[in-house]
């Protein structure tokens, strides 16, 4: 098994929502079905997110950042943002 | 997708049904109970002792065949406990009714049950396996995973966002003009398209009266051998056709996925239509009970059922297609919107406003001689769920 880095692989979002029943420590969560250029899909949470400025086939790339923490502990993975 | 169906083979006698709403004094026992005593009550033909079999639908309300024979204080008889997501009632049926058409016994209850406020939670409680947040499809809350229909539809077929959101609207204002004219409903009063476009945002675009309401509820329907049927009342329900598709669940991972449309409800519309003998649904169907968890999801389901053309739900929706005086009466007694959404119970209440409409007995939302219903029960999300149908008839041919 190789190492494959996954940061900075862009795509384009499919489709997406703000959920504003769900916590994010960086409220209010905005979360987009994202295509990527290489095939493949996952669905994200969006960093940096504006809503206004998202829409279907915005581009975005993915970063590295905390989704959450519990009991001192961090849990980071990945999210997009905006390219 | 292949299926015999059991056409005419078997029929609904008599049914029971309790209003949904927060009955903070009851427990799903309770509701369990009244439902039961409601089909006993409405059908003197039939007693407790008549009852060969059970099948028990809930989500979470209890768990295994005790959780029924508990409350009806049954002595040994066979309870068998289903769950299939938001489409458990409709297994609890599919099943019921297998077993008489299987011969195995001659009368079997179905009931669906679930109390959801009590649970200290305001939606629907989920009993996951604990995880760290990581997997595609269960990060998004239900409100969200639907409100991502809204914008890949509109991108899809071109359509103008303010245009969505007034068919999104209207489903939600028909919804709740039917379910003001029904007694056993959640929420009983008209809402205004102004109150519901001006409601506090849920997740997307969708506000709260995009979304069906948290309710407790309960509903039972006793089915027999349709040559049987008459023993017990002159107007038995047929069932025509059955069907569930559960879906490969990888929506959430799968580019070809576009979030239109639901697979699961394509196959399992049309395995019920072959059943049925159905070529021409938005012709046959005289009115149609769907799964309106969220407005975009009911727009969505009227292209999936074969009602609508794609990409032309929206535009039928407007036209009033689907009012209680429309072509084909969608959701005629209210719906999830309306009802709320106790998980067990909700597709046995879809089917008791079928019962109700064949024999005359709908009051204010009475349609005119219908004669073949259907019913939809969506269990999950779009991308990954399971998808119920029925089709049920006034008349054995």
Request: glycine residues 10%.
């Amino acid at each position: 098994m190789a190492p494959e880095p996954l940061a900075g692989i862009e795509g384009s979002v499919a489709t997406f929502t703000v959920d504003r029943l769900a916590f994010s420590p960086a409220p209010p969560i905005v979360d987009a079905v994202v295509d990527f250029d290489d095939g493949g899909r996952y669905t994200f949470e969006v960093a940096d997110a504006d809503p206004s400025a998202l829409d279907v086939g915005t581009r975005v790339e993915t970063v590295f950042r905390r989704l959450n923490s519990a009991d001192g502990v961090h849990n980071y993975f990945w999210k997009v943002r905006v390219v | 997708m292949s299926s015999r169906g059991i056409r005419n083979k078997v029929a609904v006698v008599a049914m029971g049904c309790t209003s949904f709403g927060e009955h903070w004094g009851r427990g799903a026992e309770d509701l369990i109970v009244e439902a039961t005593e409601e089909l006993y009550a409405s059908n003197p033909r039939i007693s407790r002792e008549d009852i060969d079999a059970y099948w028990l639908a809930t989500l979470g309300s209890g768990q295994s065949g005790l959780t029924l024979s508990k409350p009806l204080a049954l002595d040994y008889k066979p309870v068998t406990r289903v769950e299939n997501y938001c489409a458990s009632g409709s297994e609890a049926f599919r099943s019921a009714c297998y077993a008489v058409a299987s011969g195995a016994y001659d009368r079997v209850m179905a009931v669906g049950v679930e109390k959801l406020k009590d649970s200290g939670y305001s939606g629907l409680l989920r009993g996951d396996p604990p995880s760290d947040g990581t997997a595609a499809e269960l990060s998004l809350t239900a409100p969200a995973a639907f409100s991502l229909l809204d914008p890949a539809y509109c991108a899809r077929y071109g359509v103008d966002g303010a245009e969505f959101r007034k068919a999104m609207t209207h489903v939600a204002w028909k919804n709740h003009y039917n379910g003001a004219r029904n007694p056993k409903a959640q929420f009983r009063s008209e809402v205004s398209k102004e109150k519901i476009e001006s409601a506090p945002l849920v997740a997307g675009r969708l506000g709260v009266f995009d979304c069906s309401g948290v309710s407790d509820g309960a509903a039972c329907a006793l089915i027999v051998r349709a040559e049987d049927a008459h023993r017990y009342t002159d107007t038995p329900m047929y069932v025509k056709g059955l069907s569930l598709a559960a879906g490969p669940a990888r929506g959430a991972t799968d580019p070809d996925f576009d979030y239109t449309t639901f697979p699961e409800v394509v196959h399992s519309s049309r395995d019920a239509y072959a059943q049925a003998g159905i070529s021409d649904p938005r012709g046959q169907i005289s009115f149609a009970e769907v799964h309106d968890c969220f407005t975009p999801t009911e727009l969505v389901l009227m292209e999936d059922l074969g009602f609508s053309e794609r990409g032309q739900a929206w535009k039928d929706v407007l036209a009033g297609d689907y009012d209680l005086g429309g072509r084909l009466p969608v959701n005629p007694d209210g719906g999830l919107k309306s009802f709320g959404h106790p998980v067990g119970a909700s597709g046995l209440r879809m089917l008791y406003e079928a019962w109700l409409q064949f024999r005359g007995e709908a009051g204010d939302r009475q349609l005119e001689d219908p004669r073949l219903a259907l019913t939809h029960n969506l269990g999950g999300r779009p991308g990954s769920c399971v998808s119920f149908v029925s089709v049920v008839g006034r008349d054995r041919e």
